[in-house]
C-alpha cells in the first residue's frame, strides 16, 4: 500500500516559480547575461516557466535550453541505459551566467553530472541551481541557490512533480507502508 | 522503453521498440557530434575490442570513432596479423581478448553466426558487425535512422532494395527492420541473386527495375559482392549495369523526392551512375555521419544491459 500527500498544488507551485524568479532577478543585477537550462525531463518545463516569468521582470528575452544528462551519469555501468532526450542549448554559455533548473533535488549526482554535461558547451561565468524541492539526503557537496520549498523526507520516499502548466500540477510525496 | 540486451546479434530477435529505443538514443549521440567537444565520458574505463576476422574499413573505423567519443579505450585486431594465422581457434582467440579485460567485442566474421557463437561463452558484450550473408544490424540501424531522419517516419514508406540480396547480410538485416517498423520493402536484381524465397520474409519480389522503383520513397542500391559469389550468377557487370544500374533515364521517372542509399563501398558507373552518387537526393554520406551516432548509441545501450537488470529512473 502506498500513501500520497498532495505537498503544493498548482497555484503553490506557480507562486513558488515566482518567488525563485524573484530571487533570480535580485542576485542577478544584469539580467542579459543568464541564461536557463531545464535538465531532461522534470527542469525542462520549469525552465520555460522561469524563463517567461524573468522576461517579464528584466523586459528582455532570456535564452533557455534544455540539458540530457544520461551520457555523463556516474552509474552508468550499474544499470540499464538510461533513455536519452534532446540536449538544445540554443546559445554560446560561454560568459553567461547559466541557471540549471531541475525538479527534485536529492543526491545531487544529476546535478555534478550537469555541470560536467555543460563543461563541454563552453566556460559559464558562473553556474547556479534552481530547485523546485529540495528533499535533503545529499550524496555530494552539492547546494541549491533557489529553493522552491525544502521538504524533508524519507529516502524511501518518493517525489513526484507533474508541471505543465495546468490546474492539476502537483508535488506528491508517495509513501510505502 | 529501455534496453535490456547484453549483446547486439541481429536484428531479427529485436522488437519494434527495441529499434526506435536505438534509435531515439543515436539522435541523442549525432547531437554530440556537431558539438565543439565531441567526446562524452559514457564508457570510461571501458575496453572495446574491434575483432574483424574479414577485412573492413568503414564499419571497422566507425566502431573505433564511436568508442573513442564514448571514452572508451579500442584495439583493433584483423585477421591477416593475428595468431588466427596460426592455427588459434576462434574461440581461444576471444578467450584471449577477454583475458584482457575486455567489455565489448565488436565482431565481423565471414561465417553466418560466429557472433552468437562467441556470446554464448564470453562475459563480455558482443557486436556483430556482419556475419556472413546473414545479419549487419548496425548497417540497418542507420540506414533506418537515416529513412526517419530524412522523412520522419518509416511506417507506411515504400523501400526498394536493388542489387545482390542473396549474398547481401545489409539486405536481411534492412528487411527485418524495416518490416518491422511498417515499411513496404521491394526487392529486385537479377533473378539468381534475388530468390522469391524472399518473399517468405514479407518483401514483395520484382524482376523488372522500373516497376520497382517508380513509386518508391527509398532507393536502396547494394553493391555486386564478388568475394561472396561462388559463381558468376549474372553474364556481365556491363549486362547488370544496362538491366538494373541506377541510370539518369531510370531516376527521371521515379518520385521526385525519392531518397538514394547505398551502404558503401559505391562501384560508380556499376549499380549507381557517379552523377546521382552526388545529386542532392543521394543520403549517402549521411548515411556514413549517422552510423558513427547508431554505433555509439549501440555501444552505450549494450554497456547498461551488462549490470544488473534495474530499470534507470
Known amino acids: ?177 | 522503453m529501455s534496453w535490456n540486451r547484453k549483446h547486439l546479434l541481429d536484428i531479427e530477435s529485436l522488437s519494434a521498440a527495441e529499434i526506435m529505443t536505438v534509435l531515439d538514443t543515436a539522435r541523442a549521440f549525432k547531437a554530440v557530434g556537431e558539438r565543439a567537444i565531441k567526446k562524452v565520458p559514457a564508457l570510461r574505463g571501458k575496453t572495446v575490442v574491434n575483432l574483424f576476422v574479414e577485412p573492413s574499413t568503414r564499419t571497422r573505423i566507425s566502431f573505433e570513432l564511436a568508442a573513442q567519443r564514448l571514452t572508451a579505450d579500442i584495439i583493433n585486431f584483423s585477421a591477416e596479423a593475428s595468431s588466427l594465422k596460426k592455427g588459434e581457434t576462434l574461440k581461444d582467440t576471444a578467450k584471449n581478448l577477454e583475458a584482457l579485460n575486455a567489455d565489448i567485442i565488436v565482431m565481423r566474421h565471414s561465417a553466418s553466426g560466429a557472433p552468437h557463437f562467441l556470446a554464448r561463452f564470453l562475459q563480455a558484450s558482443v557486436i556483430n558487425a556482419g556475419d556472413g550473408a546473414h545479419e549487419h544490424p548496425t548497417q540497418a540501424l542507420l540506414d533506418t535512422f537515416t529513412i526517419l531522419e530524412k522523412k520522419g517516419k518509416v511506417a507506411g514508406l515504400k523501400v526498394t532494395i536493388l542489387g545482390d540480396i542473396l549474398y547481401s547480410r545489409v539486405a536481411r538485416s534492412n528487411i527485418w527492420a524495416l518490416i518491422k517498423l511498417g515499411a513496404e520493402v521491394t526487392l529486385c536484381g537479377p533473378s539468381t541473386l534475388v530468390p522469391k524465397v524472399f518473399e517468405q520474409m514479407g518483401c514483395r519480389v520484382t524482376y523488372n527495375v522500373e516497376e520497382a522503383i517508380r513509386d518508391a520513397d527509398i532507393i536502396n542500391l547494394l553493391r555486386i559482392q564478388h568475394e561472396r559469389q561462388r559463381k558468376t550468377m549474372f553474364p556481365s557487370i556491363g549486362e547488370y549495369t544496362s538491366l538494373f544500374g541506377l541510370t539518369k533515364a531510370r531516376l527521371a521517372k521515379c518520385k521526385p523526392d525519392a531518397l538514394i542509399m547505398h551502404p558503401g563501398p559505391i562501384n560508380r558507373g556499376v549499380e549507381i551512375d557517379s552523377e546521382i552518387a552526388d545529386c542532392g537526393r543521394s543520403v549517402i554520406l549521411d548515411q556514413v555521419t549517422n552510423g558513427l551516432a547508431v554505433r555509439m548509441a549501440v555501444l552505450f545501450l549494450v554497456n547498461g544491459g551488462q549490470g544488473p537488470q534495474e530499470v534507470a529512473t
Do not use: C, Y
Open chain 1, 1 to 177: 500500500m502506498s500513501q500520497t500527500t498532495i505537498i503544493l498544488n498548482s497555484a503553490a507551485m506557480h507562486r513558488a516559480l515566482t518567488r525563485i524568479a524573484h530571487e533570480i532577478a535580485e542576485r542577478n543585477e544584469n539580467g542579459a547575461e543568464v541564461a536557463l537550462i531545464g535538465i531532461q525531463r522534470g527542469g525542462v518545463s520549469l525552465a520555460q516557466a522561469l524563463g517567461k516569468i524573468l522576461s517579464g521582470i528584466w523586459s528582455l528575452p532570456v535564452p533557455v535550453g534544455t540539458l540530457d544528462v544520461g551520457m555523463h551519469r556516474d552509474d552508468l555501468d550499474r544499470k540499464v541505459a538510461p533513455n536519452m532526450h534532446p540536449t538544445e542549448i540554443p546559445f554560446d554559455v560561454t560568459g553567461k551566467t547559466v541557471i540549471l533548473v531541475d525538479d527534485v533535488l536529492f543526491s545531487g549526482r544529476t546535478i555534478r553530472a550537469a555541470m560536467d554535461a555543460l563543461n563541454d558547451f563552453g566556460r559559464a561565468k558562473r553556474i547556479q541551481l534552481a530547485v523546485l524541492v529540495d528533499r535533503g539526503h545529499r550524496e555530494l557537496p552539492i547546494k541549491a541557490d533557489f529553493v522552491g520549498k525544502n521538504l524533508p523526507t524519507a529516502e524511501t520516499e518518493r517525489v513526484e512533480v507533474k508541471f505543465s502548466g495546468k490546474d492539476d500540477d502537483a508535488v506528491i510525496v508517495e509513501k510505502n507502508s
